[in-house]
T-cell receptor
Framework: DGGITQSPKYLFRKEGQNVTLSCEQN?????MYWYRQDPGQGLRLIYY???????QKGDIAEGYSVSREKKESFPLTVTSAQKNPTAFYLC?????????????FGPGTRLTVT | AQKVTQAQTEISVVEKEDVTLDCVYE???????LFWYKQPPSGELVFLIR??????QNEISGRYSWNFQKSTSSFNFTITASQVVDSAVYFC???????????FGKGTMLLVSP
């Protein structure tokens, strides 16, 4: 089945460690996105990529890094510089062609840093 | 700048009641898209509807209906005869044409009790 996979679903790390969240899609979508969601908050955009080997910062990029070496993969690294990394992280993708602007989401990764 | 406001933080209803979720948006563009997403307890966002700014026809899909009014910059979502399975957080979002990103509201948590 086509879709977006994020692994793992739950992730625990010690403070001061970098951690990489995986996002893979087999929808042949060009654009991919990372969002952060905190309790009672909407989704805030961290980074997005519209094409391989290119990405742009979103509203809250500080303390995060990404890469887009393959069309189907857009991993997010939460670095030790991120002050409050505990959150729910959602990956999304979108077909860049045509007038379809909706994004499709993965199941999310819940990161807990102690 | 774009902005989406969902003033209702949480709504509680009893099964079979009708419920309307409000969404008010701000944009400088005349051409834009509006979206509704559902986030069940599992966490994954599910796309419900996309509406472009030139189409003000109301949309009905089963028990779901959407009322788009440009005059009041609103895109409200009504669930008729609510069911327990409708319990979720619902997000309204906006995208201006030519931009790859979505601006989300903070979401409305709907609790439907039996």
């Amino acid at each position: 089945d086509g879709g977006i996979t994020q692994s793992p679903k739950y992730l625990f790390r010690k403070e001061g460690q970098n951690v990489t969240l995986s996002c893979e899609q087999n929808l042949n979508h060009d654009a991919m996105y990372w969002y952060r969601q905190d309790p009672g908050q909407g989704l805030r955009l961290i980074y997005y990529s519209q094409i391989v080997n290119d990405f742009q910062k979103g509203d809250i990029a500080e303390g995060y890094s990404v890469s887009r070496e393959k069309k189907e993969s857009f991993p997010l690294t939460v670095t030790s510089a991120q002050k409050n990394p505990t959150a729910f992280y959602l990956c999304a993708s979108r077909a860049a062609r045509g007038q379809l602007y909706e994004q499709y989401f993965g199941p999310g990764t819940r990161l807990t840093v102690t | 700048a774009q902005k989406v406001t969902q003033a209702q933080t949480e709504i509680s209803v009893v099964e079979k009641e009708d419920v309307t979720l409000d969404c008010v948006y701000e944009t400088r563009d005349t051409t834009y898209y509006l979206f509704w997403y559902k986030q069940p307890p599992s966490g994954e966002l599910v796309f419900l509807i996309r509406r472009n700014s030139f189409d003000e026809q109301n949309e009905i899909s089963g028990r779901y209906s959407w009322n788009f009014q440009k005059s009041t910059s609103s895109f409200n979502f009504t669930i008729t005869a609510s069911q327990v399975v409708d319990s979720a957080v619902y997000f309204c979002a906006l995208s201006e044409v030519g931009y790859s990103t979505l601006t989300f509201g903070k979401g409305t948590m709907l609790l439907v009790s039996p």
